[in-house]
């Protein structure tokens, strides 16, 4: 399978707090993408990094990258109930399959 | 609102029904896809079309049957569906070519199977 896989699985803390998601991928990239997804809605695309990149911010988003580990992460910081969604990274094969892990869901507790 | 329109947002049909799913975007995208999303499983990729062909299928049962008129439009016939087969079903599109391209989905249509 060339999908990612998120870890945890299931993320709870209370606001404030930072959130701290990782990814795991197969194949090899040439970035890596994060999305975000409410609740039964689609997934909105929130960065991108690419394979020459370590690091990206976002506003109170990080994003690293390691490529020798194919393992990415995602920190969210100052975390806020808003950030309640779940977490995906995804990866593309072939110029224009994007595909996506299971997801970390991801709860703030006000 | 990413600019890719899924109709309905929700549906019921029978294991005998056939239904069609619609999605619609105006971004100038040339490529469209069909995911589907079930409870605690990865975002399943079922097709891809990229102007306006196919390009991949992923073993996905005949009882989904995709449609892409133009490059604005795509379908998703239904028939003969499965419980199993209820789920989130989302729609998505993204630029034809670039490196650094993403995908914009819509809000996805829920699909209960009865």
């Known amino acids: 399978s060339q999908q990612g896989e998120e870890d945890p699985q299931a993320l709870s803390i209370q606001e404030g707090e930072n959130a701290t998601m990782n990814c795991s991928y197969k194949?090899?990239?040439?970035?890596l993408q994060w999305y975000r997804q409410n609740s039964g809605r689609g997934l909105v695309h929130l960065i991108l990094?690419?394979?020459?990149?370590r690091e990206k911010h976002s506003g109170r988003l990080r994003v690293t990258l390691d490529t020798s580990k194919k393992s990415s992460s995602l920190l969210i910081t100052a975390s806020r109930a808003a950030d309640t969604a779940s977490y995906f990274c995804a990866t593309i094969i072939g110029g224009n399959q994007f595909y996506f892990g299971t997801g970390t869901s991801l709860t703030v507790i006000p | 609102e990413t600019g890719v329109t899924q109709t309905p947002r929700h549906l019921v049909m029978g294991m005998t029904n056939k239904k069609s799913l619609k999605c619609e975007q105006h971004?100038?995208?040339?490529?469209m896809y069909w995911y589907k999303q079930s409870a605690k499983k990865p975002l399943e990729l079922m097709f891809v079309y990229s102007l306006e062909e196919r390009v991949e299928n992923n073993s996905v049962p005949s009882r989904f049957s995709p449609e892409c008129p133009n490059s604005s439009h795509l379908f998703l016939h239904l028939h003969t569906l499965q419980p199993e087969d209820s789920a989130l079903y989302l729609c998505?599109?993204?630029?034809?070519?670039?490196?650094?391209?993403?995908?914009?989905f819509g809000q996805g249509t829920r699909l209960t199977v009865v």
């Open positions: 971004l100038g995208h040339n490529a």
């Open positions: 998505a599109s993204s630029p034809q070519q670039g490196v650094d391209t993403e995908a914009f």
């Open positions: 990094i690419r394979s020459n990149e």
């Open positions: 194949t090899s990239i040439n970035n």
